[in-house]
């Protein structure tokens, strides 16, 4: 496709279930990153993925929250016994290289809500 | 730490010029940038200062002070489709790997008629 695509875009589930969004970025984007969003508030970072390997993974908020990228594509974050604070916007952006412009390319976003 | 400052809040009328200033401080910089977003919408990159000094595009500007670790987006000739959130957002180095994008929490823009 032609820009980042995240899915689900709506992903509703209940405290304590596992839950897994995808994200599959611009064809040919070494980087990837994913953030979260509350309401209000600005893209927090989680983790930063330069090719396969996570080149940084100091936002993920605990030992719950794991991503994997196994072909240097697409990405999938992973969230293990979730809980209501979990629930956010969880953003997914790449860049051709890391970032060297400061310009990433942001999806939709996939908006996760835990009852 | 990290962290970023900016209004959480401007608003200006149609054709009006408006300016939101951001102030940082980071551990290590490369750059500056600057992200529109509308409600429910993904974040979309305007603009980045790596150097001291303006950069114009098109209706909008930014301007870098390293010295002062400050930037401000500049937006001029107002028009209702610009009421959105404006982030700015430094660029970090991460050791022998890039960088990252540290975001501040935003200033919601209301241009009014």
């Known amino acids: 496709g032609a820009g980042v695509s995240q899915t689900p875009s709506n992903k509703v589930t209940e405290k304590g279930k596992y839950v897994e969004l995808r994200c599959d970025p611009i064809s040919g984007h070494t980087a990837l990153y994913w953030y979260r969003q509350s309401l209000g508030q600005g893209p927090e970072f989680l983790i930063y993925?330069?090719?396969?390997?996570?080149?940084?993974d100091s936002g993920l908020p605990n030992d719950r929250f794991f991503a994997v990228r196994p072909e240097g594509s697409v990405s999938t974050l992973k969230i293990q016994r979730t809980e209501r604070g979990d629930s956010a916007v969880y953003l997914c952006?790449?860049?051709?290289?890391?970032?060297?412009?400061?310009?990433?390319?942001f999806g939709e976003g996939s908006r996760l809500t835990v009852l | 730490g990290q962290s970023l400052e900016q209004p959480s809040e401007v608003t200006a009328v149609e054709g009006a010029i408006v300016q939101i200033n951001c102030t940082y401080q980071?551990?290590?910089?490369?750059?500056l940038s600057w992200y529109q977003q509308h409600d429910g919408g993904a974040p979309t990159f305007l603009s980045y200062n790596a150097l001291d000094g303006l950069e114009e595009t098109g209706r909008f500007s930014s301007f870098l002070s390293r010295s002062d670790s400050y930037g401000y987006l500049l937006l001029q000739e107002l028009q209702m489709k610009d009421s959105a959130s404006y982030f700015c957002a430094v660029r970090v180095p991460i050791y022998n790997q890039g960088g990252k994008l540290i975001f501040g929490q935003g200033t919601e823009l209301s241009v009014k008629p």
């Open positions: 952006a790449s860049s051709p290289t890391w970032a060297g412009t400061g310009e990433l390319f």
């Open positions: 993925f330069q090719g396969t390997g996570a080149a940084d």
């Open positions: 980071t551990s290590g910089f490369y750059g």
